[in-house]
Every structure is written in structure tokens, then in C-alpha cells.
């Protein structure tokens, strides 16, 4: 963070009188809200989690050098004291990025690939200057300031992934750190159970576009009709990127090596470059062009842009994470979420992998999908018959639709397995797989498949 008195903290927070602090200390960050990861010079955020109450690590992170404690009550030593600490946050976030008018801010957000855009333009803007990006998700009211206030006087580029479970958070993360610059990738039905229906979602991540000032760019997916319609609802100049030959920034000749993983050639104004990802799955594409067409804006040239996504690599865990085991399986975690939209991008990958084994699948349920749930689940059920399994293991009660689904299609020739949970799941794919096999594991976070990829990997037992 750059350099603020407990005094200015104060300030910008709105903490109530006399706490007892150290006025005049410096907090230098970074700001932490696990007290653990304090150290000399940090402000410690405390927060009400679900397990443990973070008022009572205070002195923890006291003991461990912090410079400053945000909290809403007394926390056993000196502390500013605000009505709530993410507002808190956020007010913190939002003076920060006012003192630096240097910075260049990117936005990310969409139903899917967040993440992995987040990521890979991170990876292309480094070579550009210093740059700071979120840790894994960080992408809310908490965990975005918090990556905001990793940002100092040498950030050069703020990449941050901007995520909405309701109308407003966007407009909310925006007010905290103005984009110059915001990329939306896609609206799916990631959460539309939450918001209502699927035109709320894209309401929500078109506050985005509308969020930029005019001499800012937004960069919108043209494959997405409620993408491009965003167009509509911004000041800034578009950008455009996806497959149809009218994208600013294009992907043309798309195909799959053995390993899923696409290549394609990436067309902008500036002419043609061969892009080969490290990334497995077609979706990737979009990503990877979401990244690009931030890149080129903020001056990358084609060529660098082009080298530097084939180069990128897969910084956040359980995405499409592929591991060769010695006796010859191919486990493909992709188990730290899902959605509709998601689970059919990782079975044509799957399929595309299995080429020349077999292709097995354990699907868990996908959350918040409200009263279309069951249909979408069934959706995904026909998929992966088309997708042309040897096996579908489905997990848990929720999922079961699925195995409707698969039944129903006509191409389904596999075996249908239903088991209640991860380890059921784990000993059913054991079981049934041998070299030359691909098995993908996906399911929402809630679901916890992750568990059982790590034991189809060895990492970890059940
Ligand atoms: N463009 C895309 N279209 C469909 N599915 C995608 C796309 N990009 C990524 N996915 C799927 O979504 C999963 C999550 O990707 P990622 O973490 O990048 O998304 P995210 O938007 O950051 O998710 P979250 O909302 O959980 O933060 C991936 O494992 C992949 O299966
Ligand atoms: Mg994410």
C-alpha cells in the first residue's frame, strides 16, 4: 500500500474518536485479514468470518508488527473503530487510487474465465510495466480492495477481476478504482438463480461498460449478443474481440492439439499472429482474446501480444488442471467451479483429450441456478452423451437430473453411475479407468470435487 498515518486512516474511514492508536504510525501494508500474514507496518482488517470471528486474532496481528487494526468493536488492543470494516476497506481503496492518477486500471468480469483473463492479460501487461492482479478470485467487496491496496507508487497497471452476485457491485467495485479500461467476457447462467433471470445477469456486468469514462476502452465480447449490446450503454470507444469476422481483435483457424489445448491465429488491425495456449479447452479462446485486445490497447504490440499468450500459463488452481499419471490416466481438474456454460466448454474438451482412449466424467452439481436448475442439469446430462462417454459418474442428489439427461439422448452409450459423495465417486472412477483414459472432475465449489481429483492425482488421500 502507499504510505498512510494511522491519522489519515482515520480520516478516510470515518473511525470513531479517541481508539487509543498510534496516530501518527505508518501503515505501509500490506493489508491483511488473517493474522497470520501480518507483519511490520501492516493494517489488519477484522472480520466476521464463518468459522472464527477475526476481533479475536487482533492482538495476533498486533504481536506480529501491524501498524493499525480496522475493527467494529473493541478488539483487545488500540483500534480504529468503523460501523463496517469492508466499507472501510472499500473507502481505504478508493482514496488510494484517487492519489494515483499514474495508474492505469483494467476491469475484468463475466459469467466464466474471469480468472483465467485475469491471469493471462497480467501475464502480457508485466512485460509493460509493474503490475498488480488479484490473488486467485479476489474479486468482491472484500477481496477486491484488499487487492487494490496491494497497489503502491511503482504500480504501473491494476488488473482486477470484478465479479456480481446482484445489481450494484459492480457500479461498487468500480467506484473504488475508476477503470480506465473494462473487458466484459460473457453472460451465462453463472448465478442467475441469484438475480432472477439471465437478462439481470447481464444488467449487473453491463455496469461495467457503463462505469467508463469516454476517453476509456471497453472491450466486449462480439460472440455474445448480450455482450455486444453492452456497447450501448458505455461512453468509452469499443473494442471488440471473438470468432465473427467483424472483431476488432479476432481468432481465426481455431483448432485443438492432442492435449486440448488451442491454437489459432490472432487478427487485429496491426495484421496476423500464431498463438499456441497452454490452456486446455476451447473457451480459452475468448479469454485469451479478452487479454489481448487489453494488451494491444494499452500499447503491446501484436507480436508480443501473440508470444506472450503462448508463453502465459495457468496461474490459478483447479482450472482445467491436467495431470498425466505414471500408469497412463489423464485426471483433469476442473472442479473449483461451475456453471451450465462452463461444464459444456470442459466436455468438448474432454472429448477432445480422449481422442484414442476413453473419456469418463464426474459431474457434481452446479449452484444457484434457482428454478432452472433441473433443466440446466439435465442439459448437462445430453452433453456429455454427446460428448460420447465411456462413463458418467454423477455425485450427490441434486445432480441427479443429470443422469435423466444422458439417458434420454439418443447417442448415450455409456455407463451411468450415481454415487452420494466424493469418496463414492473417487472409487467408482478407480475402479473403472486405465492408461490411455481421460477423466475430467467438475462440479460448482460447493459441491467439493475437488477432493476427489486430488485423490485420482495422489495428492491427497480422501
Ligand atoms: N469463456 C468461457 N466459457 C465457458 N466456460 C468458461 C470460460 N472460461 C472459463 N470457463 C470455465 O469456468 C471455470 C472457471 O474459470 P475462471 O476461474 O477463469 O472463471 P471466473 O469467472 O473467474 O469464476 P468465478 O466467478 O468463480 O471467479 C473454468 O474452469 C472453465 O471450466
Ligand atoms: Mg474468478
Request: charged letters at 15%.
Amino acid at each position: 500500500m502507499i504510505p498512510l498515518t494511522v491519522a489519515e486512516i482515520a480520516e478516510i474511514t470515518g473511525a470513531a474518536g479517541d481508539c487509543g492508536a498510534d496516530l501518527a504510525a505508518v501503515v505501509s501494508g500490506p493489508v491483511v485479514i488473517d493474522s497470520r500474514q501480518a507483519e511490520p507496518g501492516s493494517l489488519f482488517a477484522a472480520l466476521p468470518g464463518t468459522r472464527a470471528d477475526g476481533h479475536e486474532f487482533a492482538p495476533q496481528a498486533v504481536a506480529a508488527g501491524a501498524a493499525a487494526v480496522l475493527a467494529t468493536r473493541p478488539a483487545g488492543v488500540p483500534a480504529l473503530i468503523v460501523p463496517d470494516v469492508p466499507a472501510a476497506l472499500a473507502a481505504l481503496a478508493q482514496a488510494v487510487t484517487a492519489r494515483l492518477p499514474g495508474l492505469t486500471i483494467a476491469a475484468i468480469t463475466g459469467s466464466a474465465g474471469k480468472t483465467t483473463a485475469k491471469d493471462l492479460t497480467a501475464q502480457l501487461v508485466e512485460s509493460l510495466g509493474t503490475t498488480v492482479s488479484p490473488r486467485a478470485s479476489f474479486n468482491n467487496e472484500i477481496g477486491h480492495p484488499l487487492t487494490v491496496l496491494r497497489v503502491t507508487e511503482q504500480t504501473r497497471y491494476l488488473i482486477a477481476e470484478m465479479s456480481a452476485r446482484g445489481p450494484g457491485h459492480i457500479t461498487a467495485l468500480c467506484a473504488m478504482s475508476p477503470p480506465g479500461l473494462g473487458a466484459v467476457l460473457c453472460v451465462g447462467h453463472a448465478h442467475a438463480g441469484v438475480f432472477g433471470s439471465i437478462d439481470d445477469v447481464a444488467r449487473a456486468k453491463g455496469e461495467l461498460p457503463a462505469a467508463l469514462p469516454a476517453d476509456g476502452v471497453a472491450v466486449l465480447n462480439r460472440d455474445d449478443q448480450r455482450v455486444l449490446a453492452m456497447a450501448e450503454r458505455t461512453a468509452a470507444r469499443v473494442v471488440t474481440f471473438g470468432r465473427s469476422p467483424g472483431a476488432d481483435v479476432r481468432a481465426a483457424d481455431v483448432g485443438l492439439d492432442d492435449a486440448g489445448r488451442p491454437g489459432f491465429t490472432l487478427i487485429t488491425q496491426a495484421g496476423a499472429a500464431p498463438v499456441r495456449l497452454q490452456l486446455h479447452g476451447e473457451h480459452n479462446v475468448a479469454n485469451a482474446l479478452a487479454a489481448a485486445a487489453l494488451a494491444g490497447q494499452l500499447g503491446m504490440d501484436l507480436e508480443a501480444v501473440a508470444a506472450g499468450l503462448s508463453a502465459a500459463t495457468a496461474r490459478s488452481r483447479w482450472r482445467m488442471e491436467v495431470t498425466h499419471r505414471p500408469d497412463g490416466v489423464t485426471v483433469i481438474n476442473d472442479a473449483y467451479n461451475a456453471n451450465p456454460e462452463a461444464v459444456a466448454a470442459a466436455l468438448s474438451a474432454l472429448a477432445t483429450m480422449a481422442r484414442g482412449g476413453r473419456a469418463f466424467a464426474v459431474l457434481g452439481h452446479m449452484t444457484e441456478l434457482g428454478d432452472q436448475a433441473d433443466g440446466l442439469h439435465e442439459q448437462a446430462g445430453r452433453q456429455a452423451a454427446r460428448a460420447g462417454l465411456a462413463g458418467l459418474v454423477v455425485v450427490g442428489e441434486e445432480a441427479a437430473p443429470m443422469l435423466d439427461g444422458a439417458k434420454a439422448d439418443p447417442s448415450w452409450h455409456g455407463e451411468l453411475v450415481h454415487v452420494p459423495d466424493a469418496a463414492a465417486a473417487a472409487a467408482a472412477v478407480a475402479e473403472r479407468v486405465g492408461r490411455g483414459d481421460v477423466v475430467l472432475v467438475k462440479a460448482s465449489r460447493a459441491a467439493n470435487l475437488q477432493r476427489v481429483a486430488l485423490a485420482l492425482t495422489g495428492e491427497m488421500p480422501l
